[in-house]
């Protein structure tokens, strides 16, 4: 059954420090997503992704995050100068071009800023 | 008021219990309600999702979705320890986003 992987699975960054989260959606889907979940608190959505565009973000997308589809198969998070606050799980999610609201999650980055 | 509630839980039933998880909702425009579930440390796995009002049925789960009274429920008939998870409601407008519960922990013990 396809999926969605992700990798790393465990990333350990110093505060200012960029980093790169990476993804690999199911093959035949058009719409990716990032979201975060802050350990004990909801997954929230940060950003959607369609035809090389965002096509919505969150309050929380601000400047210091940006995405990108740099080949035909990757989907990637970066961060350019993490806080503390950017501690927590980021998932990746892709569905396909009929149904937005059906997206399948991969297993997660667990990001830790120290 | 926020968006999407859902009890957190814990809750904990014997084996072969029906189940009853329950979310509420503000935003009358919500169309899509989605149930997820999520083992630890892992991410949410799409159980079901329906459109509007109405219910369905999947094997042993069933969702319900009442728009007049902003409620969702998703029902586990005999439930198995396996099932013992963590259960997301997600709700989206007709958008990408989106919207989650706190998530509902749950135990079957055998």
């Known amino acids: 059954e396809p999926e969605v992987t992700q990798t790393p699975s465990h990333q350990v960054t110093q505060m200012g420090q960029e980093v790169i989260l990476r993804c690999v959606p199911i093959?035949?889907?058009?719409?990716f997503y990032w979201y975060r979940q802050i350990l004990g608190q909801k997954v929230e959505f940060l950003v959607s992704?369609?035809?090389?565009?965002?096509?919505?973000k969150s309050e929380i997308f601000d400047d210091q995050f940006s995405v990108e589809r740099p080949d035909g198969s990757n989907f990637t998070l970066k961060i350019r100068s993490t806080k503390l606050e950017d501690s927590a799980m980021y998932f990746c999610?892709?569905?396909?071009?009929?149904?937005?609201?059906?997206?399948?999650f991969g297993p997660g980055t667990r990001l830790t800023v120290t | 008021q926020k968006e999407v509630e859902q009890d957190p839980g814990p809750l904990s039933v014997p084996e072969g219990a029906i189940v009853s998880l329950n979310c509420t909702y503000s935003?009358?425009?919500?169309?899509?309600f989605m149930w997820y579930r999520q083992y630890s440390r892992k991410g949410p796995e799409l159980l079901m999702y329906t459109y509007s009002s109405g219910n369905k049925e999947d094997g042993r789960f069933t969702a319900q979705v009442d728009k007049s009274s902003k409620y969702i429920s998703l029902f586990i008939r005999d439930s198995q320890p396996s099932d013992s998870a963590t259960y997301l409601c997600?709700?989206?407008?007709?958008?990408?986003?989106?919207?989650f519960g706190q998530g509902t922990r749950l135990t079957i013990n055998p």
């Open positions: 093959s035949n889907h058009l719409y």
């Open positions: 999610a892709s569905s396909e071009p009929g149904g937005p609201h059906e997206q399948y």
């Open positions: 997600a709700m989206s407008v007709w958008s990408q986003k989106l919207v």
């Open positions: 935003n009358s425009a919500f169309q899509y």
């Open positions: 992704f369609y035809n090389n565009e965002i096509s919505e």
